[in-house]
């Protein structure tokens, strides 16, 4: 070991404060840039089936621009022969970002912003149900008053099943409603009476064209309500697709579906504090039916748009079932004194 070399390496490091000469024209250092951030606004409100696949498209667009934007700095650092910091080349690494901002928010007692849908189809399956049980009722009914000599007419037959499903659909959205909001607690920002007087409305106009059906077709017109209202009706009505996602024959179709409007006019009432009041003739008849000289879609669809056209589901099914019990019954009394002269058995009464 060559003289001196002990005390080098007992003390290998030699620390030394100097005072730095800082001109006044220097400034503080530059602080460390901050990654560029895009606003993503998403709606929970519309249901999981749209929200997400929104929110999914527009997130993967913003990451899509950060990495074109990182390899575009990248390669200009490195042509210029650029020494960064490590706070610069995280920011480098991502220098856009998506910040996510839900424009209507929801709890979590709303089954993901679904909760419209799923009160909508268990109201259009109960008027499916009720419709037919009060269809096959009646007509038992009047059979039996016929094998006692009574022939109750058709169109007092069709009174009576408009009363009963005018009940019917009371009782059954009041029990749907105290099973939501009593038992499993779902939001909703309009006041329980409002919710219970548009869903016994939508059920009453659901059971209305479903015996239409049944006094048109016999049978069959179940069957028929069932494949257009329940089937088709769950493919179009938006809740499990986005409407925009659908080929166009489904998305033409629920520009008339029932189904379509009954999810409209809830999600208004459940998340947007909806009002029947919104039900005005200046713009609900016009939006309502806008679509019948446009090439688009009514751009109106809510709560207006749903009560005017479940009100015309209603009293057009009224209106037709009457004409049917009407000529039904025209025609009964012709065959009338035919069928006793020759002792043939009467016709069905649907």
């Not at 909760?115 to 038992?140: E, K, Y």
């Not at 059906?213 to 809740?239: E, F, M, P």
Request: with cysteine; net charge negative; aromatic share 6%.
């Amino acid at each position: 070991m060559p003289p001196g070399a002990g005390a080098i390496i007992s003390d290998p490091v030699e620390g030394r404060v100097s005072e730095a000469d800082v001109s006044a024209k220097a400034g503080p250092l530059p602080e460390a840039p901050q990654p560029a951030e895009i606003e993503v606004l998403t709606n929970p409100s519309a249901g999981q089936s749209a929200a997400l696949p929104a929110q999914n498209i527009s997130t993967g667009i913003v990451e899509a621009v950060s990495r074109a934007t990182s390899e575009r700095l990248s390669e200009a650092a490195g042509e210029r022969g650029a020494r960064l910091t490590p706070e610069v080349a995280a920011v480098l690494g991502d220098p856009v970002r998506a910040e996510v901002t839900e424009a209507q928010p929801v709890g979590p007692n709303s089954g993901n912003g679904q909760s419209p849908f799923f009160l909508a189809f268990l109201a259009n399956l109960s008027a499916l149900i009720g419709g037919a049980v009060v269809f096959f009722g009646t007509g038992g009914a009047a059979k039996a008053l016929e094998e006692r000599g009574l022939r109750p007419s058709r169109t007092g037959l069709w009174t009576v099943r408009l009363l009963i499903g005018l009940v019917y659909a009371a009782l059954v959205a009041a029990a749907e409603l105290w099973v939501a909001f009593g038992v499993v607690g779902v939001e909703h920002e309009a006041s329980t009476a409002q919710v219970y007087l548009f869903l016994a409305f939508a059920i009453a106009a659901a059971l209305a064209v479903t015996m239409l059906l049944a006094v048109a077709l016999g049978t069959a017109g179940i069957a028929v309500s069932a494949v257009l209202n329940v089937i088709l009706g769950l493919v179009s009505s938006g809740g499990l697709v986005p409407l925009e996602a659908l080929p166009p024959f489904y998305q033409a179709y629920a520009d008339w579906l029932p189904l379509r409007y009954v999810i409209d006019g809830l999600r208004s009432l459940l998340f947007y504090d909806g009002s029947l009041d919104a039900a005005c003739l200046e713009g609900g008849l016009r939006d309502a039916w806008r679509f019948l000289g446009d090439d688009g879609r009514s751009e109106a669809a809510g709560l207006e748009d749903a009560v005017w056209m479940l009100g015309a589901y209603l009293a057009g099914a009224a209106a037709l079932g009457y004409v049917i019990s009407l000529l039904a019954d025209i025609v009964a009394r012709r065959r009338k004194p035919r069928t006793e002269h020759l002792g043939e058995p009467t016709a069905e009464v649907r």
